[in-house]
């Protein structure tokens, strides 16, 4: 079920079960329920049958309804409408006014203050809501709040609003998206993490585990910790599983003898080695690619500039299309081949009322070269004043519209098609990457069209994006000299083979271009 509030409801005994196991439950644990929905885990916890306090918290009116129903004759269950992140009771029981008004000096001073402080509930568990739509009066009041955070996805701020009301040496167990191990912007939520609690066990699966939920851009995590003294919590190793075939293997990793499927994949980490990692990042990859992407000497961003490209703020208004045919094109017109020009000019087309150009958009069927134009975009200079002026066009890095350099798609496919672009504006769904000597430009389109770069790429950053600042990190190897020219003419070679559409021996040689880039790398 899925509403306003993101009630995706816990509907899976495996998981259930499972994250209840984790709480360890004894008589007097002060347990605390953020956002409640008709009480799938608080009836876990109750099943028990041990003497407990529950608060049970949600903002849905109809979900409280129910539960006050259900829990009418069981004092220990405490039912409470509220808004879990603006909370004045819970505000009362965190450490501190953690995510008040200490915004100075932030950050250091949330660290420390949330290590030492008592909290109230010695268990927490949840299934907070993710995605939900928060309205710009209420991010505001979230910015000031949990300042210095990531305040557009509500998961993480459950997560940091319930560290703050735990125990010291008190137990969390909650099932969320899985981006807060890897994007960028939770990194200052992992150095929390990884300093201030001892991770237990984080599994990774498929959305499609929950029945009737199921989303593109992440897969679901239940991590489960305790909050703990900074300096045990470093040393912590912790152990996070994916490779989930189904909901009933996360039970098996309850059992004691520890012997789960072979599909399963383990990864340890010393919580140390990961507050060392750039961003603070969780890598799930072999030795190998974890030392590549540790630590890289030098980056991608070191020798290209790695941008996205524009918006024109309405684009069913100013983007045309070739043909009906294009993929994603339905609901564009064709363009008027009279009204297509030739300009490479950011002041656009001169002389003329509409004109548009070549425009390069989504993803290219082909690797290194894209076959055919199948997108303009409106360019005449009347609209290139409107597209300078109006809020929600991006003209962003136009100096490198037009200029030569690689493309590639913002979001993710199974295998990324790179290919050249020049005298082309690229869209905002496209990451160019422009060489800093361009020398280096088939070298580079080599790299981006490999499986090892692919490979890296995933590791890095498993959700949907492709975003600038994940492909600027990646480690940039280069061969010697030797190897250098011959990957040089094997690509010039490509693209002459993809221009006269010989498709089969354009795939062979990317074949040996993908093994002489593996044999560089790994
Ligand atoms: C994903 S559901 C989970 C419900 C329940 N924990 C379960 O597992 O079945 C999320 C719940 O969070 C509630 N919710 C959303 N925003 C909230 C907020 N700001 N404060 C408290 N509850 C909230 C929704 O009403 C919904 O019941």
Not at 318 to 341: L, M, P
Not at 367 to 373: E, S
Request: aromatic share 12%.
């Amino acid at each position: 079920m899925k509403d306003l509030f993101c009630s995706y409801y816990t509907n899976s005994k495996d998981i259930t079960s499972y994250m209840v196991e984790k709480l360890h439950i004894v008589e007097k644990d002060r347990i605390l329920e953020p956002s409640a929905g008709e009480g799938i885990f608080i009836d876990k916890v109750l099943e028990k049958n041990r003497m407990v306090q529950i608060d049970a918290l949600d903002i849905n009116r109809e979900a409280i309804a129910v539960l006050k129903k259900k829990y009418e004759n069981n004092d220990a269950v405490v039912v409470r409408e509220t808004d879990t992140l603006l909370d004045e009771q819970l505000d009362a029981y965190s450490c501190s006014p953690l995510w008040l008004k200490e915004l100075n000096p932030l950050y250091e001073r949330q660290r420390d203050l949330i290590g030492d402080a008592g909290g109230h509930y010695s268990k927490i568990i949840g299934n907070p809501p993710y995605g939900a739509w928060q309205d710009y009066e209420k991010r505001n009041i979230l910015k000031h709040k949990f300042a210095g955070h990531y305040v557009k996805e509500t998961y993480s701020l459950f997560l940091l609003r319930c560290l703050s009301v735990l125990k010291s040496h008190g137990i969390l167990s909650f099932i969320i998206p899985d981006t807060y191990l890897f994007l960028n912007v939770y990194s200052r939520l992992r150095e929390i993490l990884f300093t201030n609690t001892k991770i237990d066990e984080i599994l990774i699966f498929p959305s499609k585990f929950f029945p009737g939920v199921r989303f593109r851009y992440s897969n679901l995590s239940i991590i489960t910790l305790a909050r703990w003294e900074k300096k045990e919590a470093v040393n912590h190793v912790f152990r996070v599983v994916q490779g989930f075939h189904s909901p009933s293997e996360i039970g098996m990793l309850l059992e004691k003898n520890n012997t789960f499927p072979k599909h399963l994949q383990v990864y340890h980490f010393k919580q140390k080695d990961i507050l060392n990692h750039e961003q603070c990042r969780i890598i799930l990859a072999d030795k190998k690619t974890l030392s590549l992407l540790s630590k890289p000497s030098k980056k991608l961003g070191d020798v290209a500039d790695v941008v996205t490209g524009f918006y024109t703020g309405d684009n069913l208004r100013f983007i045309r299309t070739a043909s009906k045919d294009v993929k994603g094109a339905k609901n564009y017109k064709v363009v008027e081949q009279d009204k297509v020009f030739h300009c490479t000019s950011l002041y656009g087309i001169s002389n003329v009322q509409e004109g548009y150009i070549p425009y390069i958009k989504s993803a290219s069927q082909r690797r290194y070269v894209r076959q055919k134009d199948e997108w303009f975009v409106r360019w005449d200079m009347k609209t290139i004043e409107f597209y300078n002026s109006n809020k929600k066009s991006r003209f962003q890095n136009s100096s490198f519209y037009f200029n030569t350099g690689i493309g590639i798609p913002m979001v993710k496919s199974r295998r990324i098609h790179a290919f050249l672009m020049s005298n082309h504006v690229f869209d905002q769904s496209i990451v160019g990457i422009f060489p800093k000597d361009t020398a280096k430009l088939y070298y580079l389109l080599a790299l981006m069209n490999s499986d090892v770069i692919n490979h890296l790429i995933y590791a890095v950053n498993p959700s949907a994006n492709n975003s600038a600042n994940y492909i600027k990190g990646l480690p940039y190897i280069e061969p010697d000299e030797n190897v250098f020219i011959q990957i040089n003419n094997k690509v010039q070679e490509l693209i002459d083979l993809e221009k006269v559409e010989n498709y089969e021996k354009a795939d062979d040689l990317h074949k040996e271009l993908n093994g002489m880039i593996e044999q560089i790398y790994f």
